[in-house]
């Protein structure tokens, strides 16, 4: 087990490394570094001597993949890409474009998308598993069927409908809670209560009928049949039977997400001024921080990695026959 | 005066689509294993009125793709013609009452006069505060404008009977057909179709279709005299907003998949077909992909797009070719970020398939590689891509949204629904609030997604073997 942890972990380093190939490509294949300098200094205007002392404090006056003027292995140590890429493999940032410590940054923004984005999560995986279960259980009536045209009228409207129309209702109709903020501690409740509910309820169409398919699909089965034709109740075959075996396929789309919940929500987070790693993210991409992105990046492949792994170790915990090797 | 066709890049990609398509249509024709599950399709009533609604939606995005500038009246003979520099679609030609209505700025649905008041000079001099007349909308009643209310009434029962009058002809066309198709009655055809006991759901498709007209009727009526869904900002009518950015929606939804199919189908079935290597290379390739999370990596790809087109600002004639080209690259950037999903699927089923005896024996009987994947292997997966394309269509419009929002969806100048939420999201805010344009963009997109939707479903059903 903790020898195929070790080697899984090891096969994740070229992974990442091609991710930072990837990035690093697309960002300098048009982008120059006294492009960059420019579009931060203002593009009016700018001598010479300021592009190269931004590019100097910045780390960006090196070649960007090989570096023929160095001596034997500086050739490529000493670049761009080799400055910035490396130190993220020990989760140094280093810092944005505006000087700030994206490490510290991170840190301190995980905390508020965790705040929204594990409540989502749970309340989420337990409210579509549930409402599953009952069109699972009432399949083929009437409640399935309403349940089903209910899934996909809700999994057709856009998310961000969800998100203006319950701002709109409950906050600034019903002055229910804050329309938007943040505050630490125990007054973010009532900053996250609108979030997670508006996070919850936009998921609800597609989950749940993902759900139920898998659901149905198990039912089918001819141990179904068998537990049904041994006098079980239809309640406990599906919570003790299908519910069970269903966990497999449940668990390949749940578990990697879970590393991921650090990373926050883009939309929500900035709907809804959370100062969470969403809009940190969303707020680099407006202001072109390539820093930040990139961070970003790295640490989303990272998690998705993670997320992967963990895939893998759940699956011996909900089936015996799965051995890991 | 001829006016001078100028596609644009888009547009190609769309006509090779249109042809792809005919191909496809003329070649199934023939083989009956390949028209049992489109049958089964047809024979659903959501599918059949789910493709009613796309059809309407596909019609409009195709006019809007066939682009063109208008020859510009001639000063004196003998000179070279000189045509317009703003480039329009057909669409734009047919709505033209829609796309010259420009008011001051936002005006509610229906209404004769601007949403927000304006200190206008008297003609004795004095200076009132009032909400000014719009300069178009009514502007056919001149002096008559406290009816415009009844005008509207008017104008509404108008298009109704019209909608019906086709309606009603449309029924008996078809009636007639079929009665004479199945020989009998055109009275028992009638009873039969009334009681919804046909082969194919032909009530369905009426009623979805009388809908479809009945509504259009009304625009056609109403719309070019007031503004249907009021006017935006700077005073655009909201209906022509919404429905020219049917294209775009379509444009994501569509070429988004067919740019990435290739991709998908190449690599899928090489990796599960030759296994080894070639495999772990392209899992590789596909696991980089997917671990960068996508909407960033979209939005590294689309500002850097940017960046280009900032350093090569004279490489494009005009705004609408620049916005092409913009459109045109995020649903590359998009497909390279949704194959992979695919890819993974294909390359499951073809190491399932290549076990089977019958590509065994090709392989036995010296087929070559490349023969058994296109003709053993490709045929037998085409149901994955089919039902792939058509669920991630919906998907792909809803993305849209956000990425607008996130600020690397399609150019700000291009209509979109999108563009449209982005920029109406502060407007709930206002005092009273303007709720117009965001009503009309969720509407037309929840209307659009939800026939693809409830079509996907059908495809799935039909082409799944698993479901049956």
Redesign the interface.
């Known amino acids: 087990m903790i020898g195929y942890v070790l080697r899984r972990l090891l096969y994740a380093i070229?992974?990442l490394i091609?991710?930072n190939v990837?990035?690093f490509t697309?960002?300098f294949?048009?982008?120059t570094p006294d492009?960059m300098a420019r579009?931060h200094l203002g593009m009016k205007r700018v001598t010479p001597d300021a592009v190269a002392k931004w590019k100097h404090e910045h780390g960006y006056d090196k070649p960007l993949l090989f570096n023929a003027q160095a001596a034997g292995t500086q050739k490529f140590t000493a670049t761009i890409f080799f400055t910035k890429s490396v130190p993220m493999f020990a989760f140094k940032f280093g810092a944005a474009d505006d000087g700030r410590d994206i490490g510290q940054d991170i840190k301190t923004r995980m905390l508020p998308s965790l705040a929204l984005a594990a409540p989502v999560f749970l309340l989420g995986l337990l409210l579509y598993i549930t409402f599953a279960l009952t069109l699972a259980f009432f399949r083929a009536t009437y409640v399935d069927y309403v349940g089903v045209v209910l899934c996909?009228?809700m999994?057709?409207?856009?998310?961000?409908?969800y998100i203006?129309g319950g701002q709109?209702l409950i906050s600034?109709l019903l002055h229910l809670v804050p329309i938007s903020g943040y505050q630490y501690g125990t007054d973010a409740f009532k900053f996250l209560v609108l979030p997670v509910v508006i996070g919850v309820i936009g998921g609800l169409g597609s989950s749940s009928r993902w759900y139920r398919t898998i659901f149905l699909?198990e039912m089918n089965r001819d141990y179904v049949r068998t537990a049904r034709a041994k006098g079980l109740p239809e309640r406990i075959v599906l919570f003790r039977h299908v519910l069970r075996n269903a966990m497999i396929p449940i668990l390949t789309g749940v578990v990697v997400v879970i590393p991921?919940l650090f990373?926050g929500s883009?939309?929500s987070e900035s709907f809804f001024g959370i100062p969470g790693l969403g809009s940190y993210?969303?707020d680099a991409?407006?202001s072109?921080d390539f820093a930040i992105?990139h961070a970003?990046?790295f640490l989303?492949?990272v998690l998705?990695?993670v997320g992967l792994l963990l895939t893998d170790i759940s699956y011996t915990w909900v089936d015996p026959r799965v051995r890991l090797s | 005066m001829m006016p001078q066709f100028t596609p644009l890049w888009t547009d190609w990609l769309i006509y090779a689509l249109l042809l792809i398509i005919a191909v496809y249509i003329a070649y199934t024709r023939s083989k009956p294993h390949l028209l049992a599950p489109w049958r089964k399709v047809m024979r659903s009533p959501t599918a059949i009125a789910s493709s009613v609604i796309l059809l309407v939606f596909v019609t409009i995005g195709l006019l809007d793709s066939i682009h063109f500038r208008e020859a510009l009246p001639q000063q004196n003979n003998g000179e070279k013609t000189v045509y317009s520099a703003e480039i329009i679609s057909l669409f734009d030609r047919m709505a033209t009452p829609l796309r010259n209505h420009v008011e001051k700025t936002y005006s509610a649905p229906l209404a004769v006069n601007l949403f927000a008041m304006e200190s206008v000079e008297q003609p004795d001099g004095r200076v009132a505060r009032l909400f000014p007349r719009l300069k178009y909308a009514g502007s056919h009643l001149g002096k008559d404008i406290e009816h415009s209310t009844r005008d509207q009434w008017r104008l509404f029962i108008k298009g109704s009977l019209w909608g019906a009058v086709i309606w009603v002809l449309l029924c008996l066309v078809l009636n007639a057909a079929l009665a004479s198709h199945a020989r009998i009655d055109f009275s028992q055809m009638a009873r039969r179709l009334w009681r919804g006991d046909t082969e194919l759901p032909w009530r369905t498709l009426l009623l979805t279709i009388g809908m479809v007209l009945w509504l259009s009727a009304i625009a056609w009526q109403i719309a070019p005299r007031y503004h249907l869904f009021g006017t935006d900002k700077v005073g655009l009518d909201v209906l022509y907003l919404a429905l020219k950015s049917i294209r775009t929606g379509l444009i994501i939804g569509i070429l988004t998949t067919l740019v990435m199919l290739p991709f998908a189908l190449l690599f899928g079935i090489m990796a599960g077909y030759f296994k080894g290597w070639v495999d772990d290379v392209i899992q590789y390739i596909y696991t980089v992909l997917n671990s960068i999370p996508s909407v960033l990596l979209i939005a590294a790809a689309v500002l850097m797009l940017q960046v280009y087109m900032d350093l090569n600002k004279d490489s494009f004639n005009s705004v609408v070719e620049r916005a092409d080209v913009r459109l045109l690259f995020l649903c590359l950037i998009l497909g390279v970020t949704s194959w992979t999903g695919l890819c993974r699927l294909l390359r499951a089923e073809t190491l399932k398939l290549r076990e089977f005896d019958y590509v065994q024996a090709a392989h036995a009987l010296g087929a070559s590689h490349w023969k058994i994947m296109t003709r053993h292997i490709v045929p037998n997966v085409m149901h994955i891509v089919l039902i792939t394309i058509t669920l991630e269509f919906s998907s792909l419009v809803l993305a849209e949204a956000v990425l607008a929002y996130v600020g690397v969806g399609v150019d700000p100048s291009m209509n979109s629904w999108g563009n449209m939420i982005n920029s109406a999201r502060l407007e709930l805010a206002r005092e009273p609030m303007v709720w117009w344009p965001l009503a009309a963009a969720f509407v037309f997109m929840f209307v659009l997604v939800l026939a693809a939707n409830l079509f996907a479903d059908a495809v799935r059903d039909a082409f799944d073997p698993r479901v049956q």
């Open positions: 070229p992974i091609g991710v990837f990035i697309l960002f294949a048009v982008n492009n579009i996909v009228a999994m057709s409207i856009s998310g961000l409908f203006i709109f600034k699909e991921t990373m883009l939309v993210t969303i991409i407006r072109q992105v970003m990046v989303g492949s998705y990695i």
